[in-house]
């Protein structure tokens, strides 16, 4: 681009030069044009004035030979001014052609380089013009390959996903619908007192339960007079006392991922009294040894379950999913919904009928549900109505709870997927399956279960009480299917049971009223 523009001041320098040159030989042609206009005035000045005296030498012969002399000598005059002129003006003309001369070959010169820079220019530019066609094009075809293959991933991932919560699922599954874990809990200081008051069984400073795997317990069985005998009871995790909570909410998370796949979950803590169920769902506020006033939640199964369903559903399509809270209570064989309002909206726990179904499935049908948006309203609704719950202190637990709490989150979901729904009805047809056979529990639950049917077993289908020592989780067997319903709701149960151990031997004092519970 610089030679271009040097070439051209060359150019127009030199173009300007030969138009000067131009101009001041026209102008001096100019001048001899008009002093050759006025000698060929005089000329004719002078020829008239000859005629003139030509016609008066005729009357004047001797006047006519003078005037004629005269005249010839002013002819001469002229005729030799006009000849010094001529040469000029010729001179001048020769001048003038050489300088059009030049200024056409120059001219044509110009228009010559200009054509052939034309040419250049275009042929840079067309070139240009080719190049960055081939880079658009290149450019175009790498964005299209990287929009084919940016369709490629999303599509591998999305197959991923739905595999990976297939195999999520199938694994939930195969896993056992319904599974029992026993969490051995450390021993605490009322255990040493409990044990000196009762006088019977092992020494204080003794562990009767002890975690020998992850999947076995030990239990020291001792009674005054008889051989010590051990018993070893097998479930599906074991959890010894040095497992924290986060350690046995990690079991439990998985489910949480099935209940939005379209899995209705339920976890239960069974036990006896003071064994850790209400610590293990609910969690407890351990005052800190060594910071004085300093309280440390150990959050339990219900807040961490919470949490974790809100935060799977902020992970899904804004407005997807909505969550409502109930909270009832088995008293007796009696249900309690500890959300129920008196007139004065004041909280307080109201009776509710149960309900089954001819399918034989129970459900409370007026249960108040209270709408939430996350996992603090969930724990501040949960919290408020605890103080409802029918407590009485045992022998081994001062603040021991003498009911059943069920705490029931309905998720319902705008979007359920294909999958989720095949999922639940292949689930179903298990279910049938298995209700045909009449064949609720694997035989590794059988096996560790001692116990009889709970009064609750009717309210969460079939699971049955867990025959765990400490608290158990199992969820339930998977929803009867209502393709209709839209939205569909799935239910995460999670319950707190109240102590298995036989009450009447248990309780300070058996006839003694439920001290908060107002109904
Ligand atoms: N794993 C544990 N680690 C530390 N403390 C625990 C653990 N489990 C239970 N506890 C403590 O033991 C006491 C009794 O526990 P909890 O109230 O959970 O028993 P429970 O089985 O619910 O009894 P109840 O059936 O009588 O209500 C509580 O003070 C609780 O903090």
Redesign the pocket.
């Given at each position: 681009m610089p030679l271009f523009i040097n070439r051209d001041q060359i150019f127009a320098h030199q173009v300007h030069l030969l138009e000067h040159k131009l101009r001041s030989k026209e102008e001096r042609i100019l001048e001899l044009e008009t002093e050759n206009a006025i000698l060929h005035l005089r000329l004719a000045e002078c020829l008239g004035k000859l005629r003139r005296d030509q016609e008066e030498d005729t009357k004047d012969g001797t006047k006519a030979l003078n005037h004629h002399q005269h005249e010839g000598s002013a002819q001469k005059i002229t005729r030799s001014a006009l000849a010094k002129l001529l040469p000029e003006v010729q001179a001048v003309k020769q001048d003038l052609s050489e300088v059009f001369a030049v200024y056409l070959s120059f001219a044509t010169e110009l228009e010559e380089q200009s054509k052939q820079l034309l040419e250049k220019v275009e042929q840079a530019g067309r070139s240009l013009n080719g190049h960055r066609g081939d880079e658009v094009e290149n450019l175009q075809a790498q964005v299209e390959a990287l929009q084919r293959s940016l369709e490629e991933e999303k599509e591998r991932c999305r197959a991923e996903r739905q595999r990976r919560k297939e195999l999520h699922n199938t694994l939930v599954e195969l896993r056992g619908n319904i599974r029992v874990h026993c969490?051995v809990?450390?021993v605490?200081p009322f255990d040493h007192v409990q044990s000196s008051t009762s006088g019977s069984g092992p020494a204080s400073s003794e562990e009767v339960v002890s975690a020998i795997s992850d999947d076995t317990v030990l239990v020291n069985c001792m009674k005054t007079g008889m051989p010590v005998q051990n018993k070893i009871f097998e479930f599906e995790r074991v959890h010894g006392?040095e497992d924290s909570q986060d350690v046995v909410f990690e079991e439990v998370r998985p489910l949480l991922t099935s209940l939005l796949d379209g899995y209705n979950v339920c976890i239960m803590a069974y036990?006896q009294?003071?064994?850790?169920?209400?610590?293990?769902m609910m969690g407890?506020q351990l005052l800190e040894e060594h910071s004085g006033t300093q309280q440390e939640t150990q959050q339990g199964i219900i807040p961490k379950a919470a949490a974790e369903l809100f935060r799977l559903i902020s992970e899904k399509p804004a407005e997807s999913h909505t969550v409502g809270v109930s909270v009832m209570e088995v008293y007796n064989n009696e249900v309690f919904d500890l959300l129920a309002r008196d007139e004065q909206g004041n909280a307080v726990s109201q009776h509710r009928d149960v309900i089954t179904t001819s399918s034989g499935t129970s459900h409370v049908p007026s249960l108040t549900y209270e709408p939430v948006c996350n996992a603090s309203e969930v724990m501040q609704i949960i919290s408020s109505v605890l103080k409802l719950r029918a407590h009485c202190p045992?022998l081994i637990?001062t603040?021991?709870?003498r009911s059943h709490l069920v705490v029931t989150l309905t998720i319902s979901s705008k979007s359920p997927n294909a999958v989720a729904l095949a999922r639940r009805l292949q689930s179903a047809k298990k279910d049938m399956q298995h209700s045909a056979q009449k064949e609720w529990w694997s035989p590794r639950c059988r096996r560790a279960n001692p116990a009889a049917r709970n009064s609750s077993d009717e309210l969460f289908g079939s699971t049955a009480s867990s025959p765990c020592l400490s608290p158990s989780l199992s969820p339930c067997p998977s929803p009867r299917p209502s393709i209709s319903q839209d939205p569909f709701m799935t239910k995460l149960q999670l319950v707190?049971l109240?102590?298995s151990e036989c009450v009447a031997m248990q309780e300070k004092k058996v006839s003694e009223p439920r001290t908060t519970n107002v109904h």
């Open positions: 969490r809990r450390p605490l006392p036990g009294t003071g064994s850790g169920k209400t610590h293990t407890s045992t637990h603040d021991s709870s707190d109240a102590g």
